[in-house]
Structure formats: C-alpha cells, structure tokens
C-alpha cells in the first residue's frame, strides 16, 4: 500500500524529533507504525512471541539510530520496515541456532538405511550447500530461505521484505544461479 507524500512528510518529521531523543515523537511513531511492523515480523516468524520481541527490537533501533535515516536511500515507511524484517530474521536465526545447539548436527545424524559412504556424501554436500549459501548476497540469501524453507510464496515474499515483486523474483533467480555455479565446482 502506498503512502502519500505527506504521510511520508509527517513519519520523517517524527523520525527527526526522534533523533533529537523526542519521547512524545517516539510514542506517535510507534502509535502510527506498529500495527504495520507487527505484520511483517508475524508473517515472517510465524509465532507472535518472536513477532512481538522482533517488533520490540525494531522500536529499540529507530530510537537508538533514527539519525541514520536519510531521505535519499528511501521513504521513512521503507526504512522501517527494513529494520522490523531485519530483526524478525535475526531473531529467528538466534533462536535457530539456540534450538539446535542441544541436537545433534545434520552431518552427525545416522540413517539406518545409509551406508558410511553415504553419510560421509550427505555431510559433504550440507556443508558445501552452507558454504555456498554464505556466498550470496543477504537479499538472495533472505529470499530463497524464506521460499524454500519457511513455504512464502513470491508475493508473500515481496511484502515480507517490502521490495517489488520482480525484485524478489530476481533476487532468488540470480541466487539459484549463483548456488548451481558453485556447487558445480
């Protein structure tokens, strides 16, 4: 949904007072804001707990570095929502990292049915397939994981990560690209 001009005028005005540490301007923001926030973090984490922590966080960062927003690299929505997806996807990384810290890697689980060679295959491939991965830029990264593993459709993804359709589209086509041309080496 696009913003009119003066919506975008008034959230900048807000996001100047907040810089100046403006706690009334603060409680507006978010007053205007967090209802929009909350959607983007709920429909990317799926739980409303991580969504509302990732919101918290968001808030946390436009008020500790709402000087850093600068009219030319975007609209004060954009700039926003960019923050409340990173935070989301943080947080649900950390939480990835903390749930499987206590269970057995991937590349250590055993198949009855497998062969050593074939473990020894399938660990190879993980990490080479995580290598490549780390390869990519965090918008390919971000898209394809959230496409093949968290089940967005490509809509879905453009809202999720506020970026336009065909971007979203391109970002996961290149980063196909880019994984096949390295795995094949």
């Given at each position: 949904m696009a913003?009119?001009?003066?919506?975008?005028?008034?959230?900048?005005?807000?996001?100047?007072?907040v810089s100046r540490q403006d706690r009334e301007a603060f409680h507006e923001l978010y007053q205007c804001m967090a209802s929009r926030m909350?959607?983007?973090?709920?429909?990317?984490?799926?739980?409303?707990?991580?969504?509302?922590?990732?919101?918290q966080e968001?808030?946390?960062?436009?008020?500790?570095?709402?000087?850093e927003?600068?009219?030319?690299?975007?609209?004060p929505l954009g700039w926003?929502?960019?923050?409340?997806?990173?935070?989301?996807?943080?947080?649900?990384r950390a939480r990835k990292v903390r749930q499987s810290s206590g269970d057995q890697p991937i590349e250590q689980m055993h198949?009855?049915?497998?062969?050593?060679?074939?473990?020894?295959?399938r660990s190879a491939g993980a990490a080479e397939l995580t290598g490549c991965l780390d390869e990519l830029t965090n918008?390919?990264?971000?898209?394809?994981?959230?496409?093949?593993y968290k089940g967005l459709s490509h809509e879905e993804l453009s809202t999720a990560l506020s970026s336009p359709l065909g971007t979203v589209k391109s970002w996961i086509r290149r980063g196909l690209l880019a994984l096949k041309r390295c795995l094949e080496q």
């Open positions: 913003e009119s001009n003066a919506d975008q005028e008034y959230l900048m005005g807000l996001l100047v007072a909350f959607g983007v973090c709920l429909k990317l984490a799926g739980q409303r707990e991580t969504a509302e922590e990732a919101l968001a808030f946390i960062q436009i008020w500790h570095h709402a000087r927003y600068h009219r030319d690299r975007g609209t926003m929502m960019t923050i409340a997806r990173y935070r989301t996807l943080d947080l649900m198949d009855e049915r497998a062969g050593p060679l074939d473990e020894s295959l918008a390919q990264r971000d898209s394809i994981l959230l496409t093949f």
